[in-house]
């Protein structure tokens, strides 16, 4: 009887000291366990936030070449959509009179008539319409084609009402066209109405460049909404926010291994950078860049990139 009781004693103390064990390897783990995160730093620069408009091209100078004779359209030397440059001959125009003493001359050599006049392009530039074909009978001042002169090229910006405070006139601002050619451009005047339907205004930006654009190009322009120097700037990602977005803090590393969650008060935003107005970082100091989400107040850390 003795011995059994002995065994069964013995057998209950190898319980207590394995479920002792247990518990202190669990500890271990527990006390163990970290996220591994990125970090980055704060940094003193400048930064603006951009607004993207919707600008389209337009030609503000379109000259209208007509017909100097009446007669018959002989030759085309341009089609639509080829540039011209100035004194550049357009149409050949035989008059009626040449027309009708053509046959006679053949046997009277005396009156004998060229009559074909040639019409000059008055302005170098795009044909974008031609409204008379070879072989065409055209009077005397009748519209053979339109040019629009390439040095009036402009985009006409379309701005918000509320907004135009943001392109007075000589703003320089970029324009990204949808081939993704980016070119810069000035603010030069402003049209005095108003769309109806969208209440936008549109301001004229002169481009800096030669290419050659097609008209009604829609592109995007860059104008700068706001900007601020020498201010404190980290990753926009190192920030986190509640649902309301009325609190915003970042963990900041205190040691290799352990971060703490800082509130801070935000100023400019844009998509890849954000300003810290308060509080003031250490140069050295150092902010979770991933990996942060869901962090306690204070939590272990492993930095798996500097």
Not at 66 to 73: A, K
Not at 130 to 146: A, E, K, P, S, W
Not at 164 to 175: D, V
């Amino acid at each position: 009887m003795r011995a059994i009781r002995i065994l069964i004693y013995f057998g209950m103390l190898l319980g207590f000291i394995n479920c002792g064990s247990s518990g202190k390897s669990q500890e271990e783990v527990i006390t163990k366990v970290t996220t591994p995160v990125t970090v980055t730093s704060v940094r003193i620069g400048s930064i603006n936030k951009i607004m993207n408009l919707t600008a389209t091209s337009a030609y503000l100078k379109k000259n209208m070449v007509r017909s100097v004779s009446t007669g018959y359209i002989t030759k085309a030397f341009y089609g639509i959509g080829d540039f011209v440059k100035e004194g550049s001959p357009l149409f050949s125009v035989k008059t009626k009179e040449a027309g009708a003493l053509e046959k006679f001359a053949k046997d009277h050599p005396d009156f004998a008539f060229n009559g074909e006049l040639t019409i000059l392009a008055p302005s170098s530039g795009i044909i974008n319409e031609i409204t008379r074909q070879f072989n065409d009978y055209v009077t005397d001042g009748d519209q053979l084609c339109v040019i629009a002169e390439q040095s009036s090229l402009v985009f006409l910006l379309n701005v918000p009402f509320e907004q135009k405070k943001y392109a007075p006139i000589g703003t320089i601002c970029g324009i990204i066209l949808p081939d993704s050619t980016r070119i810069q451009g000035t603010i030069t005047s402003v049209l005095s109405a108003i769309d109806p339907v969208s209440q936008t205004q549109s301001f004229v930006i002169t481009p800096h460049t030669g290419l050659r654009l097609p008209e009604n190009l829609l592109a995007s322009a860059e104008l700068i909404e706001s900007l601020k120097d020498d201010t404190q700037i980290t990753n926009r990602q190192c920030v986190l926010t509640d649902e309301t977005m009325e609190n915003y803090w970042v963990m900041k590393l205190v040691n290799d291994s352990t971060a703490v969650k800082v509130k801070l008060k935000p100023g400019i935003v844009t998509d890849t950078q954000i300003e810290i107005l308060s509080p003031i970082f250490d140069k050295d100091v150092r902010l979770i860049n991933s990996g942060h989400y869901g962090l306690p107040d204070t939590a272990r850390v492993n930095i798996i990139q500097p």
